[in-house]
């Protein structure tokens, strides 16, 4: 593409952008189409010929955005809903120009030096001791990966020379978390060859909290049966509730077994900047590592998860490996190589956005949208207390509201029905919601994180939820 042809359409993009996020609003928030519609409209090989921009931005237009969720939208309250803020947005514009990739310092210095600058400011924004050395990976289930496989290599005596298998020197390793624990922590365990049984649910308090006494006593009992505790995953702010594990309990039992904590704070984390909610990181400084995604609720555009490790040598003794043609005269004399605390070699600039999205918001920024985005959680419980239809499943206490239909015996309160009035409300287009199950339960999630949500929005999706209520009544 001849420069100029770039400027025109870089300004020609830059406008439908700040267009977009001026109303997204304006699309319907999930996607309309029905599965295949997106295939069948292209073209079955790629063309022989080179095409124009305007008639690739065309088709992007035409047949590719129809088949969009709208993420953006201020009517988005499924999952997590977030926010790819502008200045986020540019800066990767910007990663994409310089095309940098990280593995090493000197493939690009800032790349490097800004990652540990930028989480250093986020690690004292939660309010994280100084041990604490961070590393930027693409998603929480990559963080917690990393994290359990620092754990193995912790436990494990040269697991990384001779492996798990055909071993009668390792007994069974056990990895333990709430039942209400992200499916990352599975994934992991699988990955890393423990085996999926080598996790242990722990059950949960009737808020959802892991029970730090069944977690005291299934590590007792594996030890009498001769199984190894490798480490214990606690949640702040879990998927389906956000509810918050009893961090300091849950540490100092880490802290006396001897094994590794891993917190997943993916979602809530952040609240910890908030005036008020800094007591939900207590007991984190006692952690062996913490993930907190930037991409879920610190307005940062998908992907950016961070890991903390307080012990950061472990994790390079998991994954340090640097052939001949890796090997820089500046890694002699001690700066950091990325590529050694993973299991990838080649990174983007992720810290280029975190760092435009902190100097953009400011601190007090961010701790404004966080903490108006649990007002609006609040006000719609609020709604959700006073209704004769529905009732709340589980605390709020961050952005997040499960509720379902009351069982006031007077109205069908089966799956079917909740289902019915979910696919409703979606198919207006106007709101997305999704749902979960808590006790065995189906229960609807409203979730707030995006920037361009207000009361007013939220008052939409509480009108549309009593609508289709009424309409699959009886
Ligand atoms: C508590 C928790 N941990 C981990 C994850 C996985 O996040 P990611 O998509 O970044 O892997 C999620 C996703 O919602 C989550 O809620």
Known sequence: MPP???????????????DYLTDPGRYPVLSQVKAGDIRNALPRSAPQHGESFDAIFADFERVILPGVTHWNHPGFFAYFAISGSAPGILAEFLSAALNVQAMLWRTSPSATELEEVTLDWLR??????????????????????????????????????????????????????????????????????????ALRRIPADEEFRLRAQALADAIAEDRRAGRLPVAVVATIGSTSSTSV?????????????????????????????????????????????????????????????????????????AFALTPEYLKTSEAEAGVRNLMDTGIQLGRRFRSLKLWMVLRHFGADGLRARLAEHMRLARLFASWVDDSAIFERS?????????????????????????????????????????????????????????????????????????????????
Not at 4 to 18: G, N
Not at 171 to 178: G, H, K, N, Q, T
Not at 287 to 312: G, I, Q, Y
Request: with cysteine; hydrophobic share 45%.
């Open 394 to 474: 589980a605390p709020v206490p961050f952005s997040v509201v499960c509720f379902r239909l009351k069982e006031d015996g007077k109205q069908d309160t089966s799956e079917a029905r909740h289902a019915r009035i979910l696919d409703r409300v979606n198919a207006s287009g106007e709101i997305f919601l999704s749902h979960t199950k808590l006790d065995g339960r189906y229960v609807f999630r409203l979730a707030i994180g995006n920037l361009h949500t207000t009361a007013q929005h939220v008052k939409r999706a509480w009108d549309l939820l009593n609508a289709a209520a009424a309409e699959t009544a009886g």
């Open 4 to 18: 100029e042809a770039f400027r025109r359409e870089a300004h020609r993009l830059a406008d439908w952008i700040a």
């Open 245 to 317: 594990d009893p961090l300091e309990q849950i540490a100092e039992i880490c802290n006396r077994e001897r094994v590794w904590l891993h917190v997943d704070a993916a979602y809530a984390g952040v609240a910890a900047m908030v005036p008020g909610y800094e007591w939900i990181l207590r007991g984190a400084s006692r952690a062996e590592s913490l993930v907190v995604n930037p991409h879920k609720w610190l307005f940062t555009p998908f992907d950016l998860s961070v890991l903390f490790c307080r012990r950061m040598d472990v994790l390079r003794q």
């Open 124 to 197: 004292q924004l939660l309010g994280l001791p100084e041990g604490f050395e961070g590393v930027i990976y693409d998603t929480a289930s990559v963080s917690t990966l990393h994290a359990l496989a620092a754990a193995r290599e912790a436990a494990v005596p040269d697991v990384r020379g001779a492996g798990l298998s055909a071993r009668p020197d390792v007994p069974a390793l056990r990895v333990y978390c709430s039942e209400h624990a992200h499916s990352s922590v599975d994934k992991a365990v699988i990955l890393l060859g423990l085996g999926h049984d």
